[in-house]
């Protein structure tokens, strides 16, 4: 599947009567292309969503600002204890354990080995705990206010919160606060009484716990929102390669019914020379427009003035003889070249239809004007026999496919209007109306024996 089709427009459409008599719209006058006047402006890129790997730095980087203000918080009391510590090994902890809370403070801001630098912030810790009693100068001596490692518990349990699996999280939140109460019961932990270690127990239990079952509720929330989008955006991929497939049937099915129908219907009435040179040509050209289909156009950022459209209109409307074009207030105003080119190949195929199936009319005409929208509306119009919708075989494609389905998918709206006696119009508008405008036209569509927007018969 060509990358075209995945567009939304019709881009190399071109009706029967294009063939051999115009030109495509960068060879009509001499300014080219505008593409700075484009309707569409390029699309906004979305905002980065919440995800896993977003919420686990917002969760480190918060522990890591604890880390420091608690480490501080730490710092007066540790060297007030250090006189009844030795030194020699007591330092030596306390700077391990400050550089491992400076390596995961630096790892947060760098995004990279932050659960490592975690779990060594809580191997420390719990080390630091277990050979605390080993470290006082006098084992019998009571410390007379509580270990300093207490007012770095809680950042502890935080870095195993983010650094250990969920179970082994929980085992650790435990076991640190149970080993931090053992060591207050003892005198190098300040010989506390077995409430108040308990209460200090489970305090620190029930901090860790909170900080463990907020982090556990936010990390599985964004393995949701991620997985969630995840399979959005594949849904998504499905959804464009059917609109892909669709657009490429709709082009496929204009090719065949604007250029390779009418091309075997007039080999098939050839009487004359002449005729069979027509014949030859329109071959040709249908053979162009073939080739055309399977390449591919980067016409995303071209723009096309309407006055070009109705030029090209007006060129088409010559090699009929019967059509007169009208432009109205139309300065200024451009369409993106997908857009022009499904207006101009459906009014091509809607004057195709006039000139074959109205018969006399009084008079044909075409009128190019613009809209609220800055967008553009054309008007295709006869005072032929009309015709009953109801009454055309589904198999035909002309108002179906060619013109209906053609301007639908480059983002417009086709209105007909006919019945039987009083001839017909069609309206093509782009861009698509809002929903009321659009209901009300249909409304008056369908008071006049026409079909809705939806349910456009074929011709």
């Not at 109205?328 to 857009?339: N, Q, S």
Request: net charge neutral.
């Amino acid at each position: 599947m060509s990358k075209r089709a995945a567009r939304q427009g019709d881009h190399n459409n071109q009706g029967a009567l294009v063939s051999t008599t115009t030109k495509p719209f960068n060879a009509i006058g001499d300014d080219g292309f505008q593409a700075d006047g484009s309707l569409f402006g390029r699309a906004r890129q979305p905002r980065n969503p919440l995800s896993h790997a977003q919420i686990e730095i917002v969760l480190s980087r918060s522990v890591a600002a604890v880390a420091v203000i608690f480490a501080l918080q730490t710092l007066p009391v540790m060297l007030e204890q250090l006189d009844s510590r030795k030194a020699s090994a007591a330092v030596p902890i306390a700077i391990v354990l400050a550089l491992v809370i400076v390596i995961f403070v630096t790892a947060t801001l760098l995004r990279q080995g932050i659960r490592t630098s975690a779990g060594a912030v809580s191997a420390v810790y719990l080390a630091a705990l277990f050979v605390w009693p080993l470290l006082m100068l006098d084992p019998a001596m009571v410390l007379e206010s509580k270990p300093w490692l207490w007012y770095l518990c809680g950042v502890a349990t935080s870095c195993a919160a983010i650094a250990l699996p969920l179970g082994w999280a929980v085992v650790y939140t435990v076991v640190t606060p149970v080993a931090f109460g053992l060591l207050r019961v003892l005198p190098s932990g300040g010989e506390a009484e077995n409430l108040l270690a308990m209460l200090d127990t489970f305090y620190a239990m029930l901090l860790g716990g909170t900080v463990l079952i907020i982090i556990y509720v936010l990390r599985q929330a964004t393995t949701r929102v991620d997985t969630a989008q995840s399979n959005a955006l594949a849904k998504y991929a499905v959804a464009v390669r059917h609109h892909a497939t669709e657009v490429e049937r709709v082009e496929v099915d204009s090719i065949v019914h604007d250029s390779v129908l009418a091309t075997l219907l007039s080999a098939a009435g050839v009487r004359n020379a002449k005729g069979a040179e027509l014949a030859a040509a329109m071959a040709r050209s249908a053979i162009i427009r073939l080739q055309a289909a399977s390449g591919e156009r980067n016409l995303d950022d071209a723009a096309v003035t309407v006055s070009q459209l109705t030029a090209r209109l007006r060129s088409a409307a010559t090699s009929t003889g019967v059509f007169t074009v009208t432009e109205l207030c139309v300065a200024g105003v451009t369409l993106p070249e997908h857009a022009a080119e499904a207006l101009y190949s459906a009014s091509v195929q809607a004057m195709v239809n006039s000139v074959q199936h109205a018969g006399p009319a009084q008079s044909r005409s075409v009128t190019v004007g613009s809209d609220d929208q800055s967008g553009c509306v054309i008007c295709i119009s006869d005072t032929g026999r009309g015709f009953d919708v109801s009454s055309v075989a589904s198999a035909r494609l002309g108002l179906r496919v060619s013109i209906h389905d053609r301007v639908a998918t480059a983002g417009g709206v086709a209105v007909l209007r006919t019945s039987l006696g009083h001839g017909t119009t069609i309206t093509l508008t782009w861009p698509r109306p809002d929903e009321q405008n659009v209901a009300s036209g249909d409304q008056s569509a369908e008071a006049e024996g026409a079909p809705s927007r939806r349910g456009v018969g074929p011709r």
